[in-house]
Nanobody
Framework: QVHLVESGGGSVQPGGSLRLTCTAS????????MNWYREAPGKSRELVAT???????NYADSVKDRFIISRDNTNNTTSLQMDNLKPEDTALYLC?????????WGRGTQVTVSS
């Protein structure tokens, strides 16, 4: 059975850090491009970070130099290290896997940044 399960969300103060992890099952993980998206109240879904099968990365301008995406093909996980968090980073963070016509989504993990 195919699953993407996110973990690691929580509440932090501005300037704090969180590390999100997405664990995949039921797929050949190394074939997939992995993405992190986020949804904030009243805003459209935003692509935050992407890591290709070969490990190339791309980031939204709003998170460059603060977030780092990585992947571990041995353990079927992708992670998002988030540093210097800001209130505007508050959102539901969703893991996404893409391969050819296939796209998979997790249910998300909530990140709240407030003082």
């Amino acid at each position: 059975q195919v699953h993407l399960v996110e973990s690691g969300g929580g509440s932090v103060q501005p300037g704090g850090s969180l590390r999100l992890t997405c664990t995949a099952s039921g797929i050949i993980f190394s074939n997939f491009i992995m993405n992190w998206y986020r949804e904030a109240p009243g805003k459209s879904r935003e692509l935050v970070a992407t890591i290709s099968r070969g490990g190339n990365t791309n980031y939204a301008d709003s998170v460059k130099d603060r977030f780092i995406i990585s992947r571990d093909n041995t353990n079927n996980t992708t992670s998002l290290q988030m540093d210097n968090l800001k209130p505007e980073d508050t959102a539901l963070y969703l893991c996404n896997a893409e391969f050819s016509v296939h796209t998979l989504w997790g249910r998300g993990t909530q990140v709240t940044v407030s003082s």
